[in-house]
């Protein structure tokens, strides 16, 4: 597969699966793998709170995930604090901060795409190295 093929399917799997259900307050989200090797992660919240979470996937330490096929968390760490962390709009004041775990709630992830999932993953984390 090329590069666009791998970057395409990470996308459509993690689009799929990305489960917003569990976040009431939850108004929009985006979340992507880029052609430069980021896995991004923006949530919009109703009063529009938003936060951010970026990392170089050439960071990635480890990929669990822990539930059902119906649901479950992906979770997602790195060597160090290498994840961004930026909350806007918070009433307790914007935060920058780092982090070496992100958690990402899933629906239908069967072992098939899991595996293929970590696959793609594996495959940015080497290329940008």
């Given at each position: 597969m090329s590069d666009q093929d791998w970057l395409s399917w990470a996308n459509r799997c993690l689009t799929q699966s990305y489960?917003?259900?569990?976040?009431?307050?939850?108004?929009?989200?985006?979340?992507?793998?880029?052609?430069?090797?980021?896995?991004?992660?923006?949530?919009?919240?109703?009063?529009g709170k938003q936060e951010y979470y970026s990392f170089n996937l050439h960071h990635l330490n480890d990929m669990n995930y822990l539930g059902s096929t119906a649901s479950g968390t992906l979770t997602l760490k790195t060597i160090a604090d290498d994840i961004i962390v930026q909350t806007y709009n918070d009433r307790s004041g914007d935060v920058d901060s780092m982090t070496t775990v992100l958690n990402i709630p899933v629906k239908n992830m069967e072992p098939e795409r899991l595996d293929s999932l970590r696959d793609a993953l594996n495959y940015f984390k080497a290329k940008g190295m």
């Open positions: 489960d917003p259900s569990g976040d009431a307050k939850l108004k929009k989200w985006e979340l992507s793998v880029t052609g430069d090797y980021f896995l991004r992660l923006r949530k919009t919240y109703a009063k």
